[in-house]
């Protein structure tokens, strides 16, 4: 399909003068047309999602929506989501969340994903499992083969105790595939290192894999079988639908 013209400027050379923000915001508006009024909603973090998370607060204001809960994924996209109105709620008082959508930072063919750079892979893990559909929107940048295997993290939410232990032990996991694994840390005003805190409180250790992980199903299960792992960043399987946005297009694609 081609882009919708409500959604990208009027100017003929729009094709040629897009950025990356232009396409995260025309795959973000292209998935808020799949809520409806009365749904109990996802509201994913980060860039992408941030797009969509306004998007449905201007058609509320409009009239075109009505009665949406929104359910956050993150502190950051509460804060959005109350700014612009939307009323929330939490996964304690709405267990079935009727659609999610979310940004990634890879997808592969099968719609398997890696997210949580921004850090909130596990609340975002949370909200989405609970989602009979689960929208992903990115531009083309975030496709890739395999996942895990871009030169980029695979990040893993871990409990502050002992973290160094656990990250070596993710280290050791994943040796064959050439990893290493680094503690997350964030650079405060002095210019000193502190091990960047998720919304949990919890800490992440991001693993870079030299190689391929191999069986994704497998990598999962013996990540989580770790002691002091609380959840990693590949999605597999939890994907129904993928948007992309690039230069030439939209893309839709179901699972
Ligand atoms: C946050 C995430 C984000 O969805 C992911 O990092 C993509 O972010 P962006 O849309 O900014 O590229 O998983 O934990």
Redesign the pocket.
């Known amino acids: 399909s081609t882009f919708d013209p409500l959604l990208t400027p009027a100017d003929d050379s729009a094709a040629v003068t897009l950025t990356q923000d232009d396409l ?1 915001r025309i795959a973000a508006y292209k998935a808020v047309e799949y809520v409806e009024s009365g749904m109990v909603v996802g509201l ?6 941030k797009h969509a998370v306004s998007r449905i607060s201007e058609l509320l204001r409009e009239g075109k929506l009505r009665d949406i809960i929104g359910i956050p994924t993150s502190t950051t996209t509460h804060v959005q989501a109350i700014s612009l109105g939307i009323p929330l709620s939490d996964l304690d008082s709405h267990p079935v969340v009727d659609l999610s959508i ?4 890879e997808v592969d063919p099968a719609l398997n994903l890696v ?7 596990l609340r ?1 893990k949370m909200v989405e499992g609970a989602s009979k559909k689960f929208v992903v929107i990115v531009d083309e940048s975030k496709l890739v083969k395999h996942i895990g295997g871009s030169g980029l993290a695979v990040p893993v939410e871990v409990v502050p105790f002992c973290c160094n232990f656990t990250r070596g032990k993710l280290e050791e996991l994943f040796r064959g595939a050439g990893c290493k694994a680094k503690l997350r840390v964030k650079v405060g005003s002095g210019g000193g290192e502190t091990a960047a805190v998720t919304d949990n409180g919890n800490y992440v250790v991001d693993l870079y894999l030299e190689r391929d992980i191999g069986d994704l199903d497998a990598a999962s299960e013996a990540i989580l079988r770790l002691p002091g792992v609380v959840e990693h ?1 590949m999605f597999l399987g939890m994907a129904t639908t993928l948007i992309v946005a690039g230069k030439f297009g939209v893309t839709v694609k179901d699972r």
């Open positions: 995260k994913g973090t980060g860039s992408t999602a979310d940004g990634a930072d997210k949580g750079r921004g850090g909130s892979l975002e960043g």
